[in-house]
């Protein structure tokens, strides 16, 4: 284990987890992460050795098959796979907001029916809240569920899937108008079941292909296109409409603690790669880490790193706990994501020209840092949350 990103008061379980976790990250994930990143391959072998460790399951109740592991155990978990290549923590993270979203709101029978064979990974998540032209906006969204019978008969685009192609289960948002004034109140959260693939997977339901993206390559992100799609009543998360705001916001909770744990795994490894490459590099007749420009360089990034570790297991600890953690999760996100990019980007400075290089891993992390900026909510998003947070708390008597 490494110097920094230690977390105290840990069990032996976790401890013994972390330590399984990140020598299949040395292993299988680092040695293969460029080639598979540059041709923009699905890690089909590593997901199915992350199957055979059970970290599908990692956070499901061992009722269900899984391992009953805490949130901070899941967001330590991320924070050593995303060091190996980020987008492998997406192959997880939102298979584990829609577990974790149908053990909390789920009905009895949505959990049995589910939750098993998540746990192995037969049953993999993809989490579907954004449109086209939605933003941040997400009460104001267009795609509409109108009940049809015994079926709800579901029309729109969703974009933004991660897993979109890859999984057979998605967790989707739509307006059902329950005659609420609140329009958040209108809004309800679908179990869709749905074949792996790409173009017409299902009558109604097109899965058009992957999105081109800058970085976060291997892992598909696809739109998801709904034309008069039918899906029975009883796939409504919890049984009840009119909750799904509710149901995704508590699944974006623990969304972001996985940002932030994704945020620190990359920063993790682009210090590693800076301090390495520091006492190799020689000019002037010394290494390079020797000069007082770069030892102070490394001195700032590993203290956001820290920093940003401290931040993410604050709010996971906080969520186990069962207390309200909009705020430290927001707090976690942005200044996680924040320090993320500044200690990539020094990293890549410190490499000098050879970390233009496609050859070198830093080239990657400076692709994939800037994702962590927009993902689970930008970071003005994240300044939104936190303020009304401390509004809610600090008011001043009137």
Known sequence: MTRLAQTAGLTDVQTEILHTVRAFVNKEIVPHAQALEHSDTYPQEIVDGMRALG???????????????????????VEEIARGWMSISGVINTHFIVAYMLRQHGTPEQRQHYLPRMATGEVRGAF???????GSDVAAIRTRARRDGDDYVVDGTKMWLTNGGTSNLIAL?????????KPHRNLTTFLVDKPVGYGEVAPGLTIPGKIAKMGYKGVDTTEAVFAGFRIPADRVLGGVPGHGFAHMMDGIEVGRVNVSARACGIALRAFELAIDYAQQRRTFGKPIAEHQAISFKLAEMATKVEAAHLMMVNAARLKDAGHRNDVEAGMAKLIASEYCAEVTQESFR????????TEYEIERLMREAPFLLIGEGTSEIQKTIISRGLLREYRSPS
């Open 55 to 77: 970290l599908f399951g990692l956070m499901i109740p061992e009722e269900y098959g899984g391992l009953g592991e805490s949130l901070l155990t899941y967001a330590l978990v």
């Open 128 to 134: 579907s809240m954004s449109e086209p032209d939605l």
């Open 173 to 181: 948002l739509a307006r059902t108008d329950e005659g609420a004034e």
């Open 350 to 357: 410190i490499h000098g020209g050879y970390g233009y290089s």
